[in-house]
């Protein structure tokens, strides 16, 4: 992903139940704690904010520091990525130490395609790795729990660990099946989905965990990101600022020489 090609995501994951709900879950046993009364989606939007707050999120944009293991070897990263939830818009930006930000590469999705962009270039991917890294990006619409309210996604209650974390499982409209686990204060720490392999092989087993929580304007986030990939040790992100904005904004890539807000085949002539 450049950071999510170098960077992100996925896990076999179960296909929704029998007792899927369309925008919302069923409720589960009243229990003490969070989710007394309450489904455990509906305990978990509580926990990281409230409907009101994560709702109004156009555009969740961090910094931070990453590693990647891919290729046989492990890379660290300078990150900066956006998502915009409400149009299915993203893009992560990536760079080293060494090679500094003016050698930044940038990935950039939306509905369903991505391009490498770089100095003055959008190169498109092919189909297998901008499938994979839209449903990579997914992951991050899927954290943000209100869009699992909407009319298009289903979502069920799954069971309860014996460590005492509750599941969902759950489906965005056009998106991938995803188990989402909440602990006991109805904060979500892990996930599992299964992604399209970039190269177009057998989809990818991911499994996610989260830890730390970082805030802004009333919505909690992870600070911590960390990712398997069949198995084995993938992504690991570590956030250094955080915002999630209720207006979305200009979005220029001051490492290019492009206006950076849309790829070249999507403009108007002139």
């Known amino acids: 992903m450049n950071v999510f090609k170098h960077a992100m995501m996925a896990s076999a994951v179960v296909a929704l139940g029998a007792c899927a709900t369309s925008g919302g879950s069923t409720v589960a046993p009243a ?14 939007i509580d926990a990281a904010g ?45 760079w080293t130490d060494a090679a500094g930000q003016k050698k930044a590469r940038t990935l950039q999705a939306e509905m369903g395609k991505a391009w490498d962009v770089n100095v003055v270039n959008w190169t498109p991917l092919p189909e297998a790795q901008a499938a994979h890294e839209n449903q990579q990006f997914g992951l991050y619409k899927l954290m943000l729990l209100a869009p699992l309210k909407d009319p298009g996604a289903t979502v069920s209650e799954g069971k309860v660990g014996a460590d005492g974390v509750r599941t969902i499982k759950a489906q965005l409209e056009g998106g991938v099946p995803a188990e989402l686990g909440f602990d006991a204060t109805g904060k979500l720490v892990s ?21 730390g929580e970082i805030v802004s304007n009333g919505v909690k986030w992870p600070k911590q990101i960390s990712i398997q990939q ?11 600022t955080f915002e999630a904005n209720a207006t979305v904004k200009p979005r220029p890539l001051q490492h290019t020489l492009d206006d950076g807000q849309t790829p070249p085949g999507e403009r108007d002539a002139g």
């Open 191 to 211: 996930a599992s989905m299964s992604v399209r392999d970039a190269k177009g092989g057998a989809d990818v087993a991911q499994t996610v965990k989260f830890s």
């Open 230 to 240: 069949n198995g084995a040790p993938y992504f690991d992100l570590e956030i250094a």
């Open 50 to 94: 409230g409907q009101a707050a994560l709702a109004r999120v156009k555009e969740l944009e961090w910094t931070g520091k990453a590693t990647v293991n891919a290729g046989g070897k492990t890379t660290a990263l300078n990150v900066m990525t956006v998502i915009r939830p409400q149009t299915n818009w993203a893009r992560s930006t990536s």
């Open 31 to 44: 229990d003490a704690g969070v989710f007394a009364g309450k489904s455990t989606l509906d305990a978990a």
